[in-house]
């Protein structure tokens, strides 16, 4: 059937798994994941084990028909042929939803591991969670409580030129105006850290308290709003998630001594902890701030050189592109892929070639390590690109005078398609040559009206 959204899968453990290794122990399993025989990603080996413990996850976003998801568990051998201890298979049809909706389809089982002879040996215990991509921003309810989070650092510490800037400060209140009298945000549940007011200094210590104090009380109906205008940067990419080797980051006022936030940090404080039901509302005006959240699907403009112009703007591609090849796996040595193995099985007695042995990581099909999906609706507008600077002027950063004019030329009725290029429209009038960015955490319908 048609799949449209990120598959999640959970492995927990094996159990009476047969021994394999008679003269070395015992079996040393892992399993490998299919989808219509397909690998979309494999455990680590466990050494001796037969009810190995893998407790590992693999993530693959779904764009078109899926049947079967297939679990094989093999027994790992050195310098001989890999025993293949038994599979499962899974119709994709279980845990596909039939519309498209904010909740989340769950599969958990424990199954039973049959060989190539369909012989029972041993049990799998699994989860599989399937988040469908798409819909309506304006399903949320907005009926709940709406907190902001403002952050305005000009580096007063700094020379103007060598590490100073202006306009954030004058951000923060073009934004907080715009809060409290267009979208009903009220002053109490408006937090400003701005390095103009020594009691609300944004140190990296002060912003991260103020997030998690943002996002904990948060519940289904909330609205919440984060803005941060500052330095933004790159650094290494520790966890190898990035394409481009670099993860972006904010800098906060203390940064030369606390160091940067990464991407990866915000998406774990801001966004992880969000349930189903919540909005938050991101605007990130600073440099090389276009995935600043590290959010999984950036919403793809069109370029001046694109023949189809506007019809290519609904796109969204994926931060880290996955793709599913249906050339065979070369995952170790030369072996061919997992599907080919288990076909050859029964003409080869149940074993398989086996090169040098090493243990796997998971060949997940997302960058990422973990799901930067996301439960709640999120949406970031940021001033530009990835390799992009985003410019300041004394009345406030390009960006956010350019979505504040966007939001108020339209009387606040205008969709998120409209927003973003209107954006872009009055950022090139004005001389600026940076492209804001919007991503999400899942796919939607771009002309559904902005909400706060």
């Known amino acids: 059937r048609q799949l449209y959204g990120r598959l999640l899968i959970h492995i927990a453990n094996a159990t009476n798994l047969p021994n394999c290794d008679y003269f070395n122990g015992l079996s040393d399993p892992y399993c490998i994941v299919l989808l219509d025989g397909k690998e979309i990603g494999r455990t680590d080996v466990c050494d001796n084990d037969l009810n190995p413990v893998w407790d590992q996850d693999i993530f693959l976003n779904l764009n078109g028909e899926g049947e079967v998801i297939t679990f094989q568990v093999w027994d790992a051998d050195t310098g001989i042929r890999d025993d293949f201890l038994g599979s499962l298979e ?20 424990t199954g039973s591991l049959k060989n190539s002879a369909g012989e029972e040996t041993g049990t799998l215990t699994y989860s599989i969670k399937l988040r469908e991509f798409g819909g309506e921003f304006a399903q949320f309810a907005n009926d709940g409580t709406k907190r902001a989070l403002q952050i305005g650092i000009n580096y007063v510490n700094k020379e103007m030129g060598k590490g100073g800037v202006h306009g954030c400060h004058q951000d923060v209140a073009i934004i907080r105006e715009l809060l409290l009298d267009r979208y009903g945000f009220s002053s109490e549940n408006i937090t400003v850290l701005s390095d103009d007011d020594e009691s609300k200094m944004p140190t990296r210590r002060n912003i991260e308290r103020a997030i998690r104090d943002l996002v904990s009380s948060a519940r289904p109906g909330d609205s919440l709003f984060f803005q941060f205008s500052g330095h933004g940067g790159q650094q290494k990419d520790r966890n190898g998630d990035e394409e481009d080797g670099l993860d972006e980051t904010i800098l906060p006022y203390d940064h030369e001594k606390a160091g940067q936030i990464s991407d990866d940090d915000l998406y774990k404080m801001l966004i992880k902890p969000l349930p189903h039901g919540v909005l938050l509302t991101c605007i990130m005006d600073a440099c090389h701030s276009g995935t600043n959240l590290d959010l999984p699907f950036v919403h793809v403009l069109p370029s001046e050189d694109d023949e189809d112009g506007a019809s290519d703007y609904d796109g969204f591609v994926e931060k880290e592109e996955v793709q599913v090849s249906s050339e065979p796996q070369a995952v170790e040595g030369n072996k ?32 990422k390590s973990y799901d930067n999906t996301s439960d709640a609706s999120v949406v970031m507008i940021s001033g530009c690109q990835d390799d992009q600077t985003s410019a300041g002027t004394q009345l406030g950063g390009a960006m956010v005078m350019a979505f504040n004019k966007a939001i108020e030329d339209s009387n606040g009725n205008i969709s998120y398609k409209d927003l973003v290029l209107s954006m872009r429209e009055i950022l090139k009038h004005r001389g600026f040559d940076q492209i804001p960015s919007l991503s999400t955490a899942r796919p939607f319908n771009l002309d559904c009206k902005v909400i706060m």
């Open 90 to 109: 899974i119709p994709v049809s279980s845990v596909a939803l039939t519309k498209h909706s904010d909740k989340i389809q769950v599969s958990g089982a």
């Open 336 to 367: 061919p892929d997992p599907a080919a193995k288990l076909a050859a099985l029964k003409a080869q007695g149940g074993r398989r070639v086996k090169g040098r042995r090493r243990k796997m990581k998971n060949a997940a099909k997302s960058g």
